[in-house]
């Protein structure tokens, strides 16, 4: 938390991004009233449940191929030897990973292995005429505190 802030930062961001929402709001309005379509998230977004891609050893090393993914900070856990069970993403057909208790998530584009069940593999539609990368960054944009697991 910023010491210049202090506990407002918090509404201090809330009000920034409700005005650069307004603002996006009127320059849709202005410059393309009939072209923009919104839809629900999961209208465009296809997600996949880990538990085929889990890994089974966690005894990581820098000399084994396949990195170990989590949503959180980290990213790259490690790199595990197993060869079975390895999700593959590409850069032409990405996906992210996203964790369902703490709402981070992470864009990939390579293939990989998981360590939680607590991720799901979102991919983009088929059939959607989405970029998907553009869902991403709109993700990105929410604003929302997970409830108290406790």
């Known amino acids: 938390m910023s010491r ?13 991004r409700g005005n650069c929402v ?11 009233p009939n072209v923009v379509e919104y839809r629900a998230l999961s209208e465009v977004v296809d997600y996949e449940q880990p538990g085929k891609y889990i ?9 084994y191929p ?4 989590t ?16 999700y593959s993403a590409t850069i032409d057909s990405p996906v992210i990973i996203f964790d369902d208790f ?20 979102l991919k983009n539609k088929d059939y959607t005429n989405v970029d998907f990368r553009f869902i991403c ?3 990105k944009s929410i604003f929302y505190v997970p409830a108290d697991r406790s």
């Open 4 to 16: 210049r802030f202090g506990m407002r930062l918090p509404l201090l961001l809330r009000r920034l």
């Open 22 to 32: 307004s603002r996006l709001d009127e320059l849709i309005r202005e410059l393309c």
């Open 55 to 63: 890994v089974g050893d966690i005894n990581y090393s820098n000399d």
């Open 66 to 69: 396949t990195p170990v993914l």
């Open 71 to 86: 949503a959180g900070q980290s990213f790259v856990l490690g790199y595990t030897y197993e060869e079975t069970g390895i």
């Open 102 to 121: 703490t709402t981070s998530f992470h864009w990939v584009n390579f293939s990989f292995k998981v360590k939680s069940s607590a991720i799901k593999i």
């Open 137 to 139: 960054h709109t993700m």
